[in-house]
């Protein structure tokens, strides 16, 4: 399977700069290529590559700035624009900005990147026109290298090579299901009962953050050096805090993956969800405010990211990732599946106003959705294996025939994901008078 492994670069202060400049004749072969193929839309027509590519050879021998960077880097970021057009559509793909967009090129040569590994420490790998750069070796590769990536994240440089690890198809593990409800108040709440969480600012760093950005707000010359460096120290806690995310996500994610045959989870649309309530002149949205604090809560909490970790971990463990519908998964009692608003006390207490029910709120909603995962999942067995009712019949114990991996191997509840007395669930259930 195809994978990354990123390490962090030890640049030379010319190195810095170097990699800046590339950065910077990427930038403008990105954005000079859209302007192009934005222009050929306009009368009707359309560019392609192979085209851009020799017209870009040619332009080389005019403006000796655009030789500075290794000619590999420029085709790629031709070779990326074509397909993020392709992808999205030309009039839908950004334009690489100085301030926004961080810096990033790709080698894609495989033959031209070398990697040795210089003491417990260190490693180094030879970059076309860079030479040999050293960076810290964290972790084996583990496998070839296919192509390498140089990009700047906040005010550090790391290199991402993308490695073959030679491992095939991994066979589904056979592990009790888990559903997943993320949430704003609780990152990650599991059907088992259990609440994961962290907070990733320290209460001394949001008073930092606070401060450096009242700083930068009254600062007026947007070229000044004391500006930089209070942008630098925000990019610092910034970066951190990212990192701090990126970690909880990645953590999580591996432990349900490792120790699960299926994670249900609720297909969100992030994106769309996440998107401004603003609306358009005519049409002002509504709640404007409100939504605008939830997105902040949403972005924050790391939810795209989480599941990107999740799909990924999978690969490697033989789990399963099921999204299911979110629709009422909030709203309905786990117990005798009445449908209520009502049910929903408060953020946290569910209980049910048919039958009494009461559990955490959104543990409830993670044993709902992990109910129509199974029920997604099994329908899909019956849909493979083709054999009717059998399936349905078929003991959870028994080994599912080869060829129809997908029979229902989670469809009865393990003891574990039902209440237990004293368990963690019964103590995450706040009390009621
Ligand atoms: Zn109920």
Same mark, same amino acid.
């Given at each position: 399977m195809l994978t990354g492994r990123r390490y962090l670069l030890a640049l030379a202060p010319e190195q810095v700069a170097y990699a800046e400049a590339i950065g910077a004749v990427c930038r403008s072969v990105w954005n000079t290529g859209l302007e192009q193929r934005r222009e050929?839309?306009?009368?009707?027509?359309?560019?392609?590559?192979?085209?851009?590519?020799?017209?870009?050879?040619?332009?080389?021998?005019?403006?000796?700035?655009?030789?500075?960077?290794?000619?590999?880097?420029?085709?790629?970021?031709?070779?990326?624009?074509?397909?993020?057009?392709?992808?999205?559509?030309?009039?839908?793909?950004?334009?690489?900005?100085?301030?926004?967009?961080?810096?990033?090129?790709?080698?894609?040569?495989?033959?031209?990147?070398?990697?040795?590994?210089?003491?417990?420490?260190?490693?180094?790998?030879?970059?076309?026109?860079?030479?040999?750069?050293?960076?810290?070796?964290?972790?084996?590769?583990?496998?070839?290298?296919?192509?390498?990536?140089?990009?700047?994240d906040g005010n550090r440089w790391y290199v991402s090579f993308c490695v073959e690890d030679g491992v095939v198809a991994v066979e589904p593990n056979g592990k009790p299901g888990i559903g997943v409800d993320r949430g704003v108040a609780v990152a990650v709440a599991t059907s088992d009962g259990l609440l994961?969480?962290?907070?990733?600012?320290?209460?001394?760093?949001?008073?930092?953050?606070?401060?450096?950005?009242?700083?930068?707000?009254?600062?007026?010359?947007?070229?000044?050096?004391?500006?930089?460096?209070?942008?630098?120290?925000?990019?610092?806690?910034?970066?951190?805090?990212?990192?701090?995310?990126?970690?909880?996500?990645?953590?999580?994610?591996n432990r349900l993956a490792r120790d699960h045959g299926l994670v249900a989870v609720e297909a969100l649309r992030v994106v769309a969800m996440a998107k401004s309530a603003k609306g358009t002149v005519e049409q002002p949205g509504r709640n404007v405010r409100q939504k605008a604090g939830l997105n902040r809560s949403i972005l924050a909490k790391g939810w795209g990211q989480f599941l990107d970790q999740l799909e990924h971990q999978a690969r490697y463990t033989g789990c399963e990732i099921v999204k299911v519908p979110a629709a009422y998964t909030s709203q309905t009692c786990h117990a005798c599946k009445h449908v209520a608003p009502e049910n929903r006390e408060s953020q946290a207490v569910f209980r049910c106003v048919a039958c009494g029910?009461? !559990?955490? $709120?959104?543990?409830?909603? &993670? %044993?709902?959705?992990?109910?129509? @995962?199974?029920?997604? #999942?099994? =329908?899909?067995?019956?849909?493979?294996?083709?054999?009717? !009712?059998? $399936?349905?019949?078929?003991? &959870? %114990?028994?080994?599912?025939?080869? @060829?129809?991996?997908? #029979?229902? =191997?989670y469809a009865t509840e393990t003891p574990r994901l039902k209440p237990r007395e004293g368990s963690q669930t019964a103590k995450l259930t706040p009390t009621i008078d």
């Open positions: 050929y839309r306009r009368r009707g027509t359309y560019i392609n590559y192979e085209e851009q590519c020799r017209q870009l050879a040619e332009a080389k021998a005019e403006h000796a700035w655009l030789t500075e960077a290794p000619s590999h880097t420029l085709q790629q970021t031709l070779r990326d624009l074509d397909k993020a057009c392709r992808v999205h559509g030309t009039w839908k793909v950004h334009w690489r900005s100085k301030a926004r967009s961080a810096p990033s090129f790709r080698f894609p040569d495989p033959n031209r990147i070398a990697v040795r590994r210089l003491n417990r420490r260190w490693g180094s790998t030879k970059l076309p026109k860079f030479g040999w750069v050293r960076f810290r070796w964290s972790r084996p590769l583990g496998g070839t290298i296919r192509n390498a990536t140089v990009s700047r994961r969480d962290r907070e990733f600012t320290t209460p001394g760093e949001v008073k930092r953050l606070k401060r450096l950005q009242q700083q930068l707000a009254r600062q007026r010359n947007k070229r000044s050096n004391r500006r930089r460096a209070v942008r630098s120290k925000l990019t610092a806690l910034n970066t951190r805090v990212r990192a701090r995310r990126a970690d909880f996500c990645a953590w999580t994610a029910h009461q !559990d955490n $709120a959104d543990v409830n909603a &993670a %044993k709902n959705i992990l109910g129509r @995962g199974i029920e997604l #999942v099994s =329908a899909a067995g019956l849909a493979v294996a083709g054999r009717g !009712d059998l $399936a349905n019949r078929r003991s &959870a %114990k028994r080994q599912p025939p080869s @060829g129809s991996r997908r #029979v229902c =191997a």
